[in-house]
């Protein structure tokens, strides 16, 4: 069993659209759970970043963090076509230390 | 945000080739890298991470003399593929994080934007 799941996807929504990714996990020594965008050909871009439970939100981002199930969310107000991309969850023990990454979601907007 | 500069972004070469991939950080100082390996379609592979000054610790799997790795610096790391071939071809990526005081204590890896690495 991996020790983080992401549902692959891909995963495909109407402008304007409510988009909800998620995670689960194992390993409950994580404490720092973070969602990365990537552009095809580009490298990672760090959207939200928590620590232990909780939600944090962003702009049109909000991530959860529900320890006790070990399960993560990211949700996405209003998307826009240019969300479009993989979107990929990744937690560590310690803050700036490796890091064990989901499979990537991809998500296409459309216009 | 931080930056991370990775270059170069695309490099095609002839097998037998060693190519050397260089990643810095911007505007703070490094205390770890990381080095990734992804396939198309597919997750970040982590293959090896780099503190400055001292060695670097290879994931189960990488081959420390294919995949040599430098981080002489808190700002600059290396990723030498040494006589690549075919099958080396991939998209690299460096991460950095830092430990310390400042703007980006605490904070997660910061990634550059990628190495395409075409080996013909």
């Known amino acids: 069993q991996k020790e983080v799941e992401q549902d692959p996807g891909p995963l495909s929504v109407p402008e304007g659209a409510i988009v909800s990714l998620n995670c689960t996990y194992s390993n409950s020594a994580f404490q720092y759970f973070m969602w990365y965008r990537q552009y095809s050909r580009k490298g990672p871009e760090l959207l939200m970043y928590t620590y232990s439970s909780g939600n944090k939100e962003d702009g049109r981002f909000t991530a959860q963090v529900d320890k006790s199930s070990k399960y993560i969310s990211l949700f996405i107000r209003d998307s826009q076509p240019s969300d479009s991309a993989t979107y990929l969850c990744a937690m560590g023990k310690t803050s700036g230390s490796r890091l064990t990454f989901g499979e990537g979601t991809q998500l296409t907007v459309n216009p | 945000g931080a930056v991370v500069s990775q270059h170069p972004s695309w490099v095609i070469c002839k097998s037998g080739t060693s190519v050397k991939i260089e990643c810095r950080s911007l505007d703070f100082q490094a205390t770890t890298m990381f080095w990734y390996r992804q396939f198309p379609k597919q997750s970040l592979m982590l293959m090896a991470t780099?503190?400055?000054?001292?060695?670097?610790t290879y994931e189960q799997g990488v081959e420390k003399d294919k995949f040599l790795i430098n981080h002489a610096s808190l700002t600059l790391s290396t990723l030498t593929v040494t006589s690549a071939h075919p099958e080396d071809s991939s998209f690299y990526i460096c991460?950095?994080?830092?430990w310390g005081q400042g703007d980006f204590s605490n904070q997660p890896q910061h990634f550059g934007d990628g190495t395409r690495l075409s080996i013909l």
């Open positions: 780099s503190n400055e000054g001292s060695k670097a």
């Open positions: 991460s950095a994080s830092f």
